[in-house]
């Protein structure tokens, strides 16, 4: 099967004072290095969506600005990524998408997800405890070849969890394996705090 992932880093932490998320560090950690490190996952299969305007450079995977459409937030990160890998991964690929803000991503993501296509689901979606986390997701790139355009067009739909809903997502929980949250992520001041408590207490 072949598989590119990409990181959703767009976000620019309006709750957090516009600091943009992938560079905020968990025990000296930035979310972005710590997510990449749980993928395990070769840097020609990486891209990073960085939002709309001017790319910021990333030491590992190709950088991808967000497209010029009327489409933002985690979904115009998806798009951008098909439309980078049309012409440059097979049909066939999957994609996984991740969000930046999600450091204690379980190593076993890519694998559990791939599993659930490999049963013919058209996508799959992470969860933990029935909360459904639809940024980090995997996608058959074909189903997501039109989406640019789509975007282009303002016929999309309005995020991951809508276009999810349209392909008939299974649901994959993490449930039995991890006592705490692995998809917990951060949005506000009170997230940072906890999630820098348990990055500096926990093995996660």
Known sequence: MNVRVVILAGGRGSRLGNVRKAGIRLAGVALLERVISRLRIDASSLLISTGPGRPEPSPIGAVVPDLDTPLGGPLAGIAVAAAYLRDRAPKDTVLLSVAV???????????????????????????????????????????????????????????????????????????TTHPNDPFANLNTLADLIGLSHRAQSSSD
């Open 101 to 175: 803000d999600t450091p204690f991503l379980p190593e076993d993501f890519a694998p559990r997800l791939l599993e659930a296509l490999d049963t013919g689901a058209r996508a799959a979606e992470a969860s933990w405890r029935g909360n459904s986390y639809p940024t980090n997701a995997a996608w058959r790139l074909a189903d997501l070849y039109d989406l640019p355009e789509q975007a282009t067009a303002g016929t999309f739909v309005q995020s991951p969890r809508a276009l999810l809903a349209q392909l008939g997502a299974v649901s994959v929980d993490w449930e």
